[in-house]
């Protein structure tokens, strides 16, 4: 900035002094006070490319510092914003003598502070660094994180009018997250061992651990206090604490004394089903279940020494495990289903498991599991399974029916020489397009209910209330808190529903010896239907269409 006491000039004197203001020394903006007979007025100059703006703030305190009387702030922020050339800002008025300052902007979160040189006027003096060091912590209030060594540099280099910053804050940090830590293989293999023959062992099974009453299952990592933060001011930043993660109680288990871990209440099967740890308790039948058992229902694991014969009906909040045969039965399990030689479903048997299916042969029944579905071969079927089918033994064979899975089918042979066809469809399943339509409506739902409370909990003051209103109050909020709970767990499931829809799923089909004609494949949105032969191969999507290549999978 020039500060101009400007007397009347001859013509030729005021054009070249209006070039000399008009013309850059640099690309950033600037201005200047021209003290003139008809009053004092403020030049600008716009920025030019790349150049600096003018800090509005910075100007107007730089201004204000030169004593000019009946300076209208107003008049001049408003000059400031149109960048008008020639405004005038008082009436005529002798310069005054001003010493050199500093102006001081923090940013808006606190965290870095940049200083504004201004240059003495007249015979004004100059402050010296220690003296601006002194009016950035008392005038400006910043005392945090000065640079002193860069706030010095700009003092005595003299580089007035440009922004320096100076000061950063210090950001707080979160502390580290807690952690549980299992005392127990949360993920048992159902996969059978094969055999040098190259038939598959379903009857020896590593299927489960257990536990003896009082022993520890899981431990917990308590999460750490977070490092707090200042500001250039010297504010404290609170900082988050880590993540706590509770210890997963379900079924069969307590708390220990300190309450840092989690112990069996009784001994017996441990498992981590739907994000809780549980001891399970076995239902044993020791012969076949027959019309003399009639139809089981238990909470916990059931195993059947025997065979269990058609229109009978097994339900386990477990898993389901049976040494004989099953014939048109119903089986029903919360985690996995075994069966150590197989099911003959008279196209009336059932198998429905929340975990994986592991059996020697599967024909002419309704399959489905939530994990995967394992056989020596399986033949006309209606299987769906959430993750793999995988047909591995000594036959490895899959004939007719239909077979729907989330990631892959494997077989050594699938379809037949005969007319049956067989159907494979793989890639993401129906029923989570269904639960994300399903979820995408109730957190509208939610969403309304939570506003709706909210709304009559704002109304409502929190103190002065007579007792029954006190009571509705309470349970108006814990209803909310209840709703917010629901609202974020709804959130979180509909993001991993949509990240699962919007990509490829990757599937594919693995065929280690063979398959037929007449086999109809659809992989994601590809459809196609095998017209010959195909020998060892893997079918992916790709482009819009089903294609093959060699076997990604050795034999």
């Known amino acids: 900035m020039e500060v101009i006491n400007q007397q009347p000039k001859k013509k030729s004197e005021q054009q070249t002094q209006a070039q000399d203001i008009i013309e850059p020394i640099s690309r950033d903006a600037s201005y200047s006070v021209l003290y003139q ?19 509005h703030q910075a100007t107007a305190y730089d201004l204000s510092r030169l004593g000019i009387q009946g300076l209208n702030m107003d008049s001049l922020k408003a000059a400031l914003r149109r ?46 660094p220690d003296e601006v060091l002194a009016l950035i912590r008392e005038k400006w209030k910043v005392v945090f994180g000065i640079n002193e060594e860069l706030a010095r540099a700009a003092v005595l280099s003299r580089s007035y009018r440009r922004p320096h910053v100076f000061a950063y804050g210090q950001p707080p940090q979160k502390g580290k997250d807690g952690a549980l830590i299992f005392h127990f ?28 009453e009082g022993a520890d299952v899981v431990s917990s990592i308590p999460p750490e206090e977070g490092i707090p933060g200042y500001d250039v001011t010297g504010k404290e930043l609170p900082a988050q604490k880590g993540k706590e993660f509770r210890l997963p109680k379900g079924k069969n288990v307590r708390l220990s004394e300190d309450g840092g871990s989690l112990q069996a209440a009784k001994s017996g099967r441990v498992d981590y089903i739907n994000g809780r740890v549980e001891i399970s308790d ?24 025997g065979n269990v014969i058609s229109g009978l009906k097994l339900e386990a909040s477990g898993m389901i495990e049976v ?5 048109g039965a119903e089986l029903i399990a919360g985690k996995d289903i075994v069966l150590r030689n197989g099911m003959q479903g008279m196209s009336q048997g059932r198998l429905e498991a929340g975990g994986n299916i592991l059996a020697r042969f ?71 397009r269904a639960r994300y339509t399903k979820l995408d409506a109730e957190k509208g739902q939610i969403k309304a209910q939570l506003n709706r409370v909210n709304n009559i909990l704002g109304v409502m003051p929190q103190a002065d209330l007579p007792p029954e209103k006190q009571a509705v109050r309470q349970k108006l909020a814990d209803a909310a808190a209840q709703l917010n709970d629901q609202y974020s767990a709804i959130l979180i499931e509909i993001e991993e529903l949509r990240q699962l829809l919007s990509t490829n799923s990757g599937a594919r089909i693995n065929v280690l010896k063979c398959i037929y004609p007449n086999v109809r494949v659809q992989i994601d949105s590809g459809v196609m239907t095998t017209s010959s032969l195909i020998e060892f191969a893997t079918f992916r999507y790709r482009d819009g269409e089903v294609h093959f290549t060699a076997c990604e999978v050795k034999k």
């Open 37 to 55: 007979q008809d009053g004092v007025f403020l030049a600008t100059i716009k920025e030019e490319g790349e150049g600096l703006a003018l800090d």
């Open 83 to 128: 960048g008008t050339a020639n405004q005038k800002i008082a009436e005529p008025q002798e310069q005054q003598t001003a010493d050199s300052d500093v102006y001081v902007e923090v940013s808006s979160d606190g965290m870095t502070a940049a200083l504004t040189l201004f240059p003495p006027m007249l015979s004004g003096q100059t402050k010296s």
């Open 185 to 212: 293989s949360t993920n048992h293999s159902i996969a059978p061992k094969i055999l040098e023959d190259g038939s598959a062992d379903y009857k020896n099974l590593n299927l489960f651990e257990s536990v003896a």
């Open 282 to 305: 076995v239902f044993k039948i020791s012969g076949d279940v027959d019309m003399g058992v009639g139809n089981v229902s238990f909470e916990g694991d059931i195993v059947v020494a």
């Open 323 to 327: 040494h004989g045969y099953v014939e």
């Open 362 to 432: 599967i024909e002419r029944a309704t399959v489905s599991a939530k994990g995967d579905v394992m056989a020596d071969y399986i033949v006309q079927c209606l299987v769906t399974a959430c993750g793999s089918v995988i047909l591995k033994g000594k036959w490895g064979k899959l004939l007719g029916g239909v077979v729907r899975a989330g990631k892959e089918v494997t077989a050594q042979i699938i379809g037949a020489p005969s007319s049956d066809r067989t159907q494979l469809e793989l890639g993401v399943l129906p029923d989570e």
